[in-house]
């Protein structure tokens, strides 16, 4: 069970979450979600993950593997705030976190109150829709907030008109 949502009270500000993954459709999902924080007064949230076992070597080459992983998440999301600024005129909150995707989006979830929604985009290969919106669609139930899943055939235009 997921704690109560904060977002409608004074103080706070209901703020959507997408996930930026490196993947062509977390694009979409980025401007979906920051339009529709800046149509609703809200705010929009970015979250980097850096996968979990990616470091399982000697400690010192560990800790330099974390550290570049580190960096190169900072810049990612260094440039994909820079975006959102430009082209949407929000300064979005940026957050890194290494581990597992769904078990780090449910634990953001809960410690920040104020994140109402998930913006998510499925991918258009013929794999599937991707690996965060395969791993959070099997667990819709389980889920504490609504996820919004864009299709991939939308364009920013359409994104536009739907936010």
């Not at 979005?92 to 780090?104: D, T, Y």
């Amino acid at each position: 069970m997921v704690s109560t949502r904060l977002s409608r009270l004074e103080g706070h500000r209901r703020k959507f979450m997408a996930v930026i993954d490196g993947t062509p459709e977390c694009e979409k999902a980025v401007h979906y979600a920051g339009r529709r924080a800046k149509n609703s007064n809200g705010a929009l949230l970015l979250l980097y993950l850096i996968p979990e076992g990616d470091f399982q070597q000697w400690l010192g080459v560990e800790a330099i593997m974390r550290a570049e992983a580190r960096e190169e998440a900072e810049a990612v999301m260094a440039k994909a705030a820079q975006s959102v600024r430009e082209s949407i005129g929000i300064d979005p909150e940026v957050v890194i976190r290494e581990g597992n995707a769904a078990e780090e989006i449910n634990a953001l979830i809960e410690e920040d109150q104020d994140i109402a929604i998930l913006v998510l985009a499925a991918g258009s290969a013929k794999e599937g829709p991707g690996p965060l919106v395969t791993s959070i669609a099997g667990r819709t139930a389980a889920f504490p907030i609504p996820v919004t899943v864009l299709p991939s055939t939308l364009t920013d235009g359409e994104i536009d008109a739907l936010a």
